[in-house]
């Protein structure tokens, strides 16, 4: 008697916060554009039309914990070197990550990065059939190609190559849980012998949860090379964990669910900063 009355306490708790979830559904006002109004910054509205739910807001708090946030630079106030980012290499062989990204996205990033530190950034879009002669001479650590294809133009000022190389891209760990009520509201619906037992039952029967997380470990490295000479200036490995996860509950038919986590996108780029802000710190 005393399990079933925890169990009909935990459902009847159960219930009322996800009666209370599904209550908060309908739209709201939406705060957001008045407050970036004020501020000054540009307002933009929200045409979903759950804008200012319960399910709005949870989904907004994960979405803004893995939004772009610039790095504030160590050194930012210190003028860089001029530099040129090279397409670097994805030596990862999940098929995922290479699927998703190219050399182009991550060196995208770098240039964006480096820029946001203070550094003088030759764009690789500026640079036409050269950026392949500079790829290729610095990859093979060819002097004689690599200063003569820097005495053009703009490029006698760069002091340094740098690129970015994925080295690991892997899920190493997943975890699942749940629970699914079938079992044991069939038995108390045998053992109770009452239409209250019976109903309850019924109710315990009813709950399902589940609950699922995969971590992911990226690792990027950095290289620095010397434009003139083809040496390597410096190297840094770094490496971040990614997780994603998902959740799901039901109960006498109300139903709740969520997935998320950091992207690949966001995960490279959070990897270049940490590399940025280590090139800016060490190397400036």
């Given at each position: ?146 200063r003569k294809t820097m005495q053009v133009g703009k490029l006698k000022t760069t002091k340094w190559i740098v690129k970015f190389d994925i080295l690991k891209a892997e899920q190493i760990a997943s975890n699942t849980k749940g629970f699914d009520g079938r079992a044991i509201g069939g038995l108390i619906s045998n053992l109770s012998g009452s239409r209250a037992g ?87």
């Open positions: 008697m005393r399990t079933q009355r925890f169990v009909i306490s935990f459902i009847a708790v159960t219930l009322s916060v996800l009666m209370t979830g599904c209550m908060e559904t309908a739209p709201k006002a939406n705060p957001e554009p008045q407050a970036a109004a004020t501020s000054g910054a540009p307002a933009f509205g929200n045409p979903s039309p759950t804008a200012g739910s319960s399910t709005s807001a949870k989904a907004n708090a994960a979405a803004d914990a893995a939004a772009y946030k610039e790095v504030e630079y160590k050194n930012i106030k210190k003028k860089g070197p001029a530099l040129i980012v090279i397409p670097g290499d994805i030596k990862s062989a999940h098929a995922t990550f290479t699927q998703k990204f190219s050399p182009n996205n991550i060196a995208d990033f770098g240039e964006l990065e480096l820029s946001q530190a203070n550094f003088t950034v030759l764009e690789r879009a500026n640079l036409g059939h050269l950026l392949n002669e500079i790829t290729l001479a610095y990859n093979l650590g060819n002097v004689a190609a690599a019976s109903a309850t039952g019924q109710v315990v029967g009813s709950v399902q949860t589940g609950e699922a997380s995969g971590v992911w470990l990226v690792g990027m490295r950095y290289k620095i090379m010397n434009a003139n000479t083809t040496e390597q200036v410096a190297q840094g490995y770094k490496e971040l964990k990614m997780e994603v996860g998902a959740t799901s509950s039901s109960v006498m038919g109300v139903s709740e669910s969520a997935k998320g986590g950091v992207g690949l996108d966001t995960m490279v780029q959070r990897l270049v900063q940490t590399a940025v802000w280590d090139i800016d710190a060490k190397y400036k």
